[in-house]
């Protein structure tokens, strides 16, 4: 079993739909990283929390330490938001362990 | 948007031959990562370097080799390459160990 678990592993929305990727997770971590890779391959940080919630724009990012679980909100999505959203949780060091990732494809 | 470069972004090469790439900052961070990215797998550590000349395995270590000889330079070498380490290969950095990272733009390494 991963330590960092994601779902789904893939989805399908329509422009304009509220969005959710869950990140679940086995480890004791003390923060957790949402990353977005890009279709042509970029990878890009998203987010860092370790508690509460963290907004960006149309981005929603949410973590409960405690029952270790955080997703990732996307507002009024559109085609631009297709990618591969990935989360990740520090071990010692700040190596990170990362979910296998959810693959969102936003149709117009 | 940091500065982090990879070199070569692509490169193809042949069974047993050995193989360097190297990533290369300007933002003076401390903390460099090798990982590489497979399908149905995800991103997985190669090795780490939290500081010059100091270095540690990640969790897909064997078959390679790191150096850190100055802060902006952490180059990954593959003694003898074999068809299994075709992957593409990101580097990334961050400021302290439990911060934020930021990824180079990735390597794509095929092994014939």
């Known amino acids: 079993k991963n330590e960092v678990e994601q779902s789904p592993q893939n989805l399908t929305a329509q422009e304009g739909e509220f969005i959710t990727i869950n990140c679940s997770y086995s480890?004791?971590?003390?923060?957790l990283h949402w990353l977005q890779q890009h279709p042509g391959g970029g990878i890009v940080s998203l987010f860092m929390?370790?508690?509460g919630k963290k907004k960006h724009g149309r981005l929603i990012a949410t973590i409960n330490i405690q029952e270790k679980h955080s997703s990732l909100h996307i507002t009024a999505s559109h085609p631009r938001d297709s990618a591969v959203y990935i989360c990740?949780?520090?071990?010692?060091?700040?190596?990170?362990?990362f979910g296998k990732g959810t693959k969102l494809s936003v149709k117009p | 948007d940091a500065g982090i470069t990879q070199s070569p972004r692509h490169k193809v090469t042949e069974t047993g031959t050995p193989v360097t790439l190297r990533c290369h900052q300007t933002?003076?961070?401390?903390?460099m990562y090798w990982y590489r990215q497979d399908p149905g797998h995800g991103l997985r550590l190669i090795h780490y370097?939290?500081?010059?000349?100091?270095?540690d395995k990640g969790e897909v270590s064997d078959g390679y080799s790191v150096s850190r000889s100055k802060t902006e330079d952490f180059l990954l070498t593959l003694e003898s390459a074999t068809s299994s380490q075709t992957s593409v290969y990101f580097c990334?950095?961050?400021?302290?160990?439990?911060?934020?990272?930021?990824f180079g733009p990735g390597t794509r390494l095929l092994v014939l």
């Open positions: 990740a949780g520090p071990r010692s060091q700040g190596n990170l362990i």
């Open positions: 480890v004791g971590i003390s923060a």
């Open positions: 990334a950095i961050s400021e302290q160990g439990r911060e934020t990272q930021y």
């Open positions: 933002e003076n961070h401390r903390y």
């Open positions: 929390l370790s508690s």
């Open positions: 370097s939290y500081g010059v000349k100091d270095t």
